[in-house]
Structures are given as structure tokens and as C-alpha cells.
């Protein structure tokens, strides 16, 4: 007797989107923060002709082509007040490194590339991370993994 089995079907994660008013900026900021490439159609225009509506969804792919980070365009997207506030996070991103030269090597470029500094634990004993708002608002981490 074969057995049926009713398909249970489990989602997976296709990519983490980001609303911003400025699409294009925002997802310039993170592809230049962790070097991720953009998928094949959404690179920066380098011909002065205008973006065009494929700037309102913009998507970043890790080495193998898997979708991780999207940007989509919205008419406003106030910053989160985060830690408190009146607009609370919705999410976050967590990144990590493997060392201090690292973190210091990535909260350099993240603030040259319009990153603030919301939390600076880099020298906690307990989990050394740093807390940015990206140049749209929102918050992101970086950690050293401990141990």
C-alpha cells in the first residue's frame, strides 16, 4: 500500500525588502556597504538617461544570484525613532565581522556612505556590535560573533 501525503508546503525566505523614498540611493548605500551586486537589469544607469521605473524595486544578490536585499520606492517613509519614540522599528538587519579591524574597517565606510551611529557597544564584553541607522533611517547592526 502506498502511503499519500498531503504537501505541506513551508515558504522560504526569498530576499528582505526596504521601503525608501529613494530607492536607487538606499540600495547604492547597502550595495556599497557589503558589496553585494545588484540583479542583472537593476545596476545604477551609467548612460545619463533617467532611471526609469525600474528604479522603484531595485534587488541585491549574494555571489550565487540568491536575492538578499530589495528596495522598494514609497511616496514617504519617516525614519524610525529608535530606540523609542513614536515610530518604532519594524525590523532590523544584523550583519556581522570576524574581528575589531573589521568592525572599525565597516563603521568607516558605513559612515562615510551616510550611515549614523545610533549605539556604539564595540567594546562591550558581553556582544561587541555597533547600531547604525542606514541614510534612510533605518536601524542596522554590525557584530563580532562571540567567542
Not at 2 to 20: I, K, N, W
Not at 21 to 44: K, Q, V
Not at 86 to 95: E, G, I, V, Y
Request: proline share 11%; with cysteine; hydrophobic share 35%.
Amino acid at each position: 500500500m502506498t502511503e499519500t501525503r498531503t504537501p505541506s508546503p513551508t515558504p522560504r525566505l526569498r530576499q528582505f525588502v526596504l521601503d525608501a523614498e529613494d530607492s536607487r540611493a538606499l540600495a547604492e548605500f547597502y550595495h556599497h556597504l557589503t558589496g553585494l551586486p545588484y540583479i542583472e537589469g537593476d545596476e545604477p544607469r551609467t548612460d545619463g538617461a533617467p532611471e526609469g521605473s525600474n528604479a522603484n524595486f531595485l534587488v541585491l544578490t549574494d555571489g550565487d544570484g540568491v536575492r538578499r536585499l530589495a528596495f522598494q520606492k514609497v511616496p514617504s517613509m519617516p525614519p524610525p525613532t529608535w530606540p523609542e519614540g513614536p515610530r518604532p522599528q519594524m525590523m532590523h538587519l544584523d550583519f556581522e565581522v570576524a574581528s575589531d579591524a573589521e568592525l572599525q574597517a565597516v563603521q568607516q565606510r558605513a559612515l562615510e556612505l551616510g550611515a549614523t551611529v545610533l549605539d556604539d557597544r564595540a567594546d562591550d564584553s558581553d556582544e561587541r556590535l555597533i547600531v547604525f541607522a542606514d541614510p534612510a533611517g533605518h536601524p542596522f547592526c554590525v557584530f563580532i560573533p562571540a567567542g
